[in-house]
C-alpha cells in the first residue's frame, strides 16, 4: 500500500511539474491556455459538486436513520405476553428472563451502529475520492496514475495473510463454543471423533489451497516481458490429484458409514431401550412417559381435543369428542342456514356504526360483510361441516370393528403421563419415538448431537444414550446451563419460540419427578381386561405399529 | 464431431434444430411422468404396508383410448410416408384423421374419469386407500394436456400441408409433428401398462 | 454442419443484407426481441434487479437478526403493517427468508447468471447467427419475466409471500391455515415457478439445441470452450431436473386447492380441528423437490466454473490445465448430482441403508471438485497474471469454492448430518459454495463480457474496489457462521434474544450484519460502474482482452446475426495462450495459422419450395385432398 501511494504522490508530482512546464511552452498562446485552465476547472469543479451531492445525501441518510433508531426507547424486556402469539397450549411455560448484561449490550449496539454508519460514510467518500483523483490524474497525465496489477498483487498477499490469521483467531476463539468433545451421549463421542478427523482433515486442505491460490496470485502476477508457460496438461498429475482426494475420501466415507451406523443402529429391535414418546406441535412440545404399566398407549390424531391434547386414545375423552363435534356440527349448520340473516344484521350493524362515526368498527363489519358476500364464510362453514363429519365417520369405523377397537382402546394410556419438560436416566438407552400433530417438525438435541423430523403421518424414532447429567454439564459450562429440545425444521411463525427443556438425571431422581407429574387420565377403578395380544406392541398408533414391524424387518436383513 | 466432417453436407434432416427440440421436449416431459409414477411407487409401498392402497380396475375407456391412439399413430404414420413419397395431396387428409382421432381420444379419457366419478372415485381422496385414484386423475390429467398440445401441433400440421409446405424436402415440421405423435401415444400405453400391472 | 443449417445461415444472411436499412422497431429491438444479444441483456439487467431486491431482503433479516429488540423507524415507514413499531414481524421475517431464497436461487443464480450468459455467449463462441428458435428464446425472457413480476406481486397480498422457507415444505405451505404465508401467498409462489419452470426448459432446449447443431466449421467439441460445456451440461441438468420439480408443484397445488393427500396426512391443525386429508406423506415432497434441488445447486454453480474457466485461462495468459479432465469432471458432476439427493433428507426418518448409499455418492462429487480446484491452481501456476476485476472474481470464485466445498465433506457425511442439518453451519455452507462462488462467476462473466454485451469497457478502479470489498465482507459475512452452527445454533430463528444460551452470539450477529451492509454498500458502486458505463464508459476495442474465442471477432457494434460475413471458421481449441512458436501470447481461433488445413465452405443450396409453384388456395388442396385420399385420385 505504502509503496502504491508513494507511486500516487510521485505521479502527482510529475503531474504539476509537467503542468507548469506545458504551460510555460505555451505561454504564448494566453488563449488556448486560459480554454484549457477552464476545461479543466471545470472537471474540477464538477467532482467538487458530485462530492458535495454525495456528501449531502449521507448526511440526509444519517439524519433520518439517527431519528429512525429510537435510542431512548430501548425496550429489551418489553415481551410482554401479548407480543408473542399465544398458541393453544404448551409454551406459556417459556418465560423470557433478560440476559443479565443488558445494559453493557446496548451501548455496544449502539456504539455499533453509530460507528457502522460513520464507517460507511467514510468509506464511501473514500472510494469516490479515490475513484475521481485516479480518474482526474489518468485523464491528465494520458496515463493510469496507479499500476492497479501490483496494487492488487499486494493485497492478494495481504488478504491471504489477514484472512488466515481471521480463520485462526475464529477457530480459537468461536470454535471455543463449538460443540466439540463434550458430547453428552454416548454416540456422541464417537460423532466428534469423526468430526475431529473431518475438521483436521479440511483445514489443512483448507490452508493449502488457500495459500497456493493467493500465492500463486502474487507470485505470478503480470510483469513486462513475462511470457506465461505453455503448459496444457500433465495427465500424471491429474491422475495424482484425482487418486488422492479418492482414497481420502473413501476413508472418510468409511469410517463415517461406521459411525452412521452407531447411531442408527442403537437398538435395532427395540428391546434395549426405554420408549418415551416426544409430540410436536405449533409451537411446543410434550413429553410422554408410558407410565407404570411401561407401555405407552395409542394416540391418534383423530382424537385430539381440548382436554385431549395428545389424541390418547381415551374411551370416556373420545366419546365426549364425538358429542362435542356432533354439537360444533349442528352450531355450523346453523350458522349456514343463519347466513342471510347474519348478513342483515352485519348491515344494520354497519349502518348503526356509520351514524357512530366509529370508523374501526365500520371497516371490521365491513369486512365480515365481504366476507359472506364472496361465499368465503359459506365454504368454511361447510368445509368444516365436511371435516367434522368424515372425523365422526372415521372414529365411528373404529368403534365399529371389535378387532380395530381393541386395538385402540388397550387402556394403557390411562396411567401415561405427560409432561411440559424432558427427563431422561443418565446411562440408559432412551428411544424417542416422535408425534406430530400438525407440521413437519425437527427436534434437535445438539449436546446430544441428536436430531431426527418429526413427521405428521409418518411415525420416526431415534435411539441414544445420555451420558452426563444436567449438574455435570452444569459445573462444566456454568450454572446457567441447560439442555435443551429445539425445533430446527421451519414451522410457522413462532418456530424460534419452540423448545423444550432437558433434564438428564439419575433413575431415583427421575422416577421421584414422575411421581409428581399428574398420569394423563385417572385409571378407571375397575380394569377391563384386554387381550394380551393388543398390549405387546407399544408404539403410539396401531396402523404405525405394522409399518415399525416392517421397518425392524427391514433393519434386521 | 471431428473436423474431418464439417464439409459433410448430407447430414440427415431428422437432425435438423427442430427435430432435436423435440427430442429434448419429449425427454423433459418424460421425466415429469418418470417423477409423477415414481411418486406412485412410493406411496404404493406406504400404502400397501399399511393396508391403505385402493387396487381398483381402469375404465374401460382408457383402453379404448389406447386403440384410439394405436390407430391414430398409424394414420400419422401413412402421412409421413405420403410426404416421403411426395405424395403431397393426400398429407392434409391424413392428418385431418389422426387429429379427429386425438380429438376421439380426448372424449374416450373424458369418459373414463366419468366411469371414475360414477364408481365414488374422485380426484380427491375420501379415504387414506383411494390415493391411488388421485394419481390416475393427475398422471392422465397430464397426459390430457400434453395432447391438447399435440392437437395444435397437428392443425398447424394441416394448415401448413394444405399450402403444399410439407413435401418431401421440407419433410421438418411433419417429422416433429409425427415424433411428437407417436410419442404420445407410446406414453399414453406405457402409462396404462404402469397403471394395470403397477 | 448440416446442410439444413448451412442454408438457414445462408437465406438468414441474405435476409439480413436485404433488411439492413431497415431499424426495426423499438420494440422489436429492445422489447420483444429474438436476437439473443438482447435477450441476454434482459436476462441480466432482470436478474440485476431480482438481485438488488434480493439482497435488500436479506439486509432486512440481518438487521432483525443482529438487533432483535430495537425498533427501528425507517423499517415500520418501509414496510407497513409488516414492522408495526419498528420492527419486522415474525411471519415476514420468514417470508423474507423464504424470497430472498427464492430470488436468488432461481431468479438471479439460475436465469440471471445462466440465462444471460448462455445467451450471450453459446451463439457469439460457436459461432452461429443465433439461437436455434430465436422466438422461444424470446418466450423464454418472458415466461421469466412475468414469473418475477408474479413472484413479487405476492408482497401485495394481505397475508403476505410465502414464508414456508425456499423450500416450501408441505405440510406447512400445503395448508392454507397452517401459517399467514401459506395462503394466497403460496399460490403465487407455485405460479410464478411453474411459469419459471416453463421459462427454464424453453430456454435450456435451445441452448441444447444450438451447442449440438450450430456449430461453426471447425468447431468441434473439443474445441469448444469451456464455458459453452458448462452451459450445455446445465442446460442438460435443467431439462432433466425441472420437469421433476413441475410434478412436484403440481402435486402441491392439488394438494392446496383440491383436496388431494399427496403429501397430507394425519393433521390436527390447531384452530382448524382435524383435517380430512389422509395416505399421502410429507416425505414424498422432499424426494421430488430435491431431486430437482440437488441438480439446481450445480446448474447455478457450473456456468460459475465455465466462466471462471474461461476468464482464468485468459487473464492468467495460459492454457487452462487439462481441459479434458475439466470437461470429464464437469460432466461426472452434473451426472453425480442426480443421485445424491438423499443427503438432504438425512433425518427424516429414510432408510439408514438409504442413508449409505447417498453419502458415499455425495462424497464421491468432491472428487471431481477437487480435480476442478487443482487444475485450476495449475492454470495460476506461472502465469502472467492480469488482475482484471474479472480475473479477481474468478480467483475469489476459487476460493470460495474451496471453503464452501470443504464444508460439504462434513454435511454430506450422513453421521454429521444429524448434528449439523439445519443448522448455521449449512447456511454458511451453501451461501459461499452455491450463494458467494455462483455470484462470483457472474460478475466475473458481466465484467469480463461487458465490452461485447454493450461495446463499453467498465471502470476497473471500481471494479477492483468493488472486488475486495464484496470478497471480504462475503467471508465476514459467512465465516462465522460456521461456528454459530457448530455451537448448535438453529437456522431460519427469529429472535435470538429470547434464547438467552445464544446470547454469546449477539455480538457476532452485530458483526455479521455491519459486515453484510458493508456488501451491500459494495455493490452500490457495482451498480454505480454499471449503469454508467453503458452510456458513458470508455468505448471498446475489437478483443479488449486479447482473447481467444470466437465471440471476440464479432464486431463491437450489433448486429443481427452476428456475423456481417460469413461466420468465421475455427482451426484450434480456444486456450493457445502464450505458445512457444508465436510472439504474441495468444491466438484466436479463428485465425489461419501456418500449415492448417485450409477450408473451404460448401455451396450454398437454394430450396426450392412447392408453395411457390402452387396456384391453389389452401382450402380447396385441403378438401381435395380427401379426394386425393378415398378416390385415390392421381394429382
Known sequence: MNCSKLQQCRKIVIFFLQFIKNNNKFAHDLKKTISSFYSRMNTITKNIFKLALVAGIIFFAASLISKSVDIHQLKVDGYSAETIEKPLFGTDEIVYEAPKEVAANDAVATRVKWSLLLFVIILIMVIANAFDISALTAKLTGKQAINSNNVNKWIMLIFLVVGLSATAWEYAVHGKHALLGNASSEHGAIYDSMFNITLILTTIVFVITQILLFYFSFRYAKKDGQKALYYAHNNRLEVFWTIIPAIVLTLLVLRGHQTWRSIVYADVDGTKSTNIEIFAFQFGWNARYAGDDGILGVADYKFISGKNKLGLAYEPEVDSLVVELKAAILSDQQALDNLPKTLESLKADWQAAKDMQDQEAMSSIKKEIEEINCGDRKDDLNASIKRKTKQLERIASIKKDPAVYATYFTKAEEDDIVTQELHLVKNKLVTFKFRSRDIIHSAWLPHFRAQMNVVPGMPTRFTFMPTKTTKEAKAENGPDFEYYLYCNKICGTSHYNMKMKVVIESQEEVDAWLKTQQPAFKPMPAVIAVPAVYLKDSATMTKDSSKNITKKKLALR | MSSSTIQNNTTPKEFSPKTVIIWLLIVASTMLFLAFCSAYFVHQGDGLRNNAWLKFDLPFEFWLSAGIVLISSFFMQMAYRAAQKDDIYKIPSLLTITLICGIAFCISQFYGWLNLMDRGLFLSNKEPAEISASFVYVISAAHFAHIIGGLILLTVGIARASKLQIHKKNLVFINICKTYWHFLGILWILLLLFLYFA | ?635
Open chain 3, 1 to 635: 454442419m448440416s446442410t439444413e443449417t448451412l442454408t438457414a445461415t445462408h437465406t438468414h444472411q441474405d435476409e439480413h443484407a436485404h433488411h439492413e436499412h431497415h431499424e426495426p422497431s423499438f420494440i422489436r429491438k429492445y422489447v420483444f426481441s429474438t436476437d439473443h444479444k438482447m435477450i441476454s441483456k434482459q436476462f441480466l439487467i432482470t436478474g440485476i434487479i431480482m438481485g438488488c431486491l434480493g439482497m435488500l431482503m436479506s439486509l432486512l433479516f440481518r438487521i432483525q437478526l443482529a438487533w432483535p429488540d430495537e425498533s427501528f423507524g425507517f423499517l415500520e415507514s418501509l414496510l407497513g403493517k409488516w414492522a408495526k413499531g419498528g420492527k419486522i414481524d415474525p411471519n415476514y421475517y420468514m417470508a423474507l427468508v423464504t424470497i430472498h431464497g427464492t430470488i436468488m436461487v432461481f431468479y438471479v443464480l439460475t436465469a440471471g447468471l445462466s440465462g444471460t450468459f448462455s445467451n450471450l455467449l453459446i451463439p457469439l463462441q460457436v459461432g452461429a447467427r443465433d439461437m436455434a428458435s430465436p422466438f422461444m428464446n424470446m418466450l423464454s425472457y418472458w415466461f421469466f419475466f412475468a414469473s418475477s413480476v408474479v413472484l413479487l406481486s405476492s408482497f401485495a397480498v394481505e397475508t403476505g409471500p410465502a414464508s414456508s422457507g425456499w423450500t416450501v415444505y408441505p405440510p406447512l405451505s400445503a395448508l392454507q391455515k397452517a401459517m399467514p404465508g401459506s395462503g394466497l401467498g403460496t399460490t403465487l409462489w407455485l405460479v410464478a415457478i411453474i411459469l419459471f419452470i416453463v421459462s427454464a426448459l424453453l430456454g435450456g432446449i435451445n441452448y441444447i439445441v444450438t451447442v449440438l447443431n450450430m456449430r461453426t466449421k471447425g468447431m468441434s467439441m473439443n474445441r469448444l470452450p469451456l464455458t459453452i460445456w458448462a452451459f450445455l451440461l446445465t442446460a442438460c441438468l435443467g431439462l432433466l431436473s425441472f420437469p421433476v420439480l413441475l410434478g412436484a408443484g403440481l402435486f402441491l397445488i392439488f394438494d392446496r386447492s383440491f383436496g388431494t393427500s399427496f403429501y397430507l396426512s394425519d393433521i390436527y391443525l390447531n384452530g382448524i380441528g382435524a383435517m380430512t386429508n389422509s395416505g399421502g406423506s410429507p416425505i414424498m415432497y422432499q424426494h421430488l423437490f430435491w431431486f430437482l434441488g440437488h441438480p439446481e445447486v450445480y446448474i447455478i454453480l457450473l456456468p460459475a466454473l465455465g466462466i471462471t474457466s474461461e476468464v482464468i485461462a485468459t487473464n492468467a495468459r495460459k492454457p487452462i490445465f487439462g481441459y479434458s479432465a475439466m470437461v470429464i469432471s464437469l460432466l461426472s458432476i452434473a451426472v453425480l448430482s442426480f443421485i445424491v439427493w438423499g443427503h438432504h433428507m438425512f433425518i427424516t426418518g429414510m432408510n439408514p441403508f438409504l442413508g449409505t448409499v447417498f453419502m458415499y455418492v455425495t462424497l464421491i462429487i468432491a472428487v471431481p471438485s477437487a480435480v476442478k480446484t487443482f487444475n485450476y491452481l495449475a492454470t495460476l501456476w506461472k502465469g502472467n497474471i492480469r488482475f482484471t476485476p474479472a480475473m479477481m472474481f474468478a480467483i475469489g470464485l476459487v476460493s470460495f469454492f474451496i471453503s464452501g466445498g470443504l464444508t460439504g465433506i462434513y454435511l454430506g457425511n450422513a453421521a454429521l448430518d444429524v448434528q449439523l442439518h439445519d443448522s448455521y453451519f449449512v447456511v454458511a455452507h451453501f451461501h459461499l459454495v452455491m450463494g458467494s462462488a455462483a455470484i462470483f462467476g457472474m460478475f466475473s462473466g458481466i465484467y469480463h463480457w461487458f465490452p461485447k454485451m454493450f461495446g463499453r469497457m467498465m471502470n476497473n478502479t471500481l471494479g477492483s474496489i468493488h472486488f475486495w470489498l464484496t470478497f471480504a465482507s462475503a467471508y465476514m459475512v459467512f465465516f462465522p457462521m460456521h461456528f454459530m452452527g457448530l455451537a448448535g445454533v438453529p437456522r431460519r430463528y427469529y429472535q435470538f434474544s429470547l434464547i438467552p444460551e445464544f446470547g454469546i452470539w449477539m455480538n457476532v450477529n452485530i458483526f455479521i450484519t455491519v459486515s453484510a451492509f458493508l456488501g451491500g454498500a459494495a455493490q452500490l458502486l457495482f451498480l454505480y460502474n454499471f449503469f454508467r458505463s453503458i452510456f458513458k464508459g470508455k468505448p471498446a476495442t475489437q478483443n479488449p482482452w486479447e482473447s481467444n474465442t470466437l465471440e471476440w471477432s464479432a464486431p463491437i457494434k450489433h448486429l443481427h446475426g452476428n456475423w456481417p460475413g460469413d461466420i468465421p471458421a475455427v482451426y484450434r481449441g480456444p486456450h493457445e495462450y502464450s505458445r512457444p512458436d508465436r510472439d504474441l501470447d495468444y491466438f484466436p481461433q479463428h485465425e489461419v495459422g501456418n500449415g492448417e488445413p485450409v477450408h473451404y465452405e460448401a455451396p450454398a443450396e437454394t430450396q426450392k419450395t412447392y408453395a411457390s409453384d402452387n396456384k391453389d388456395s389452401a382450402t380447396k388442396v385441403f378438401f381435395s385432398s380427401f379426394a386425393h385420399l378415398f378416390l385415390l385420385k392421381k394429382a
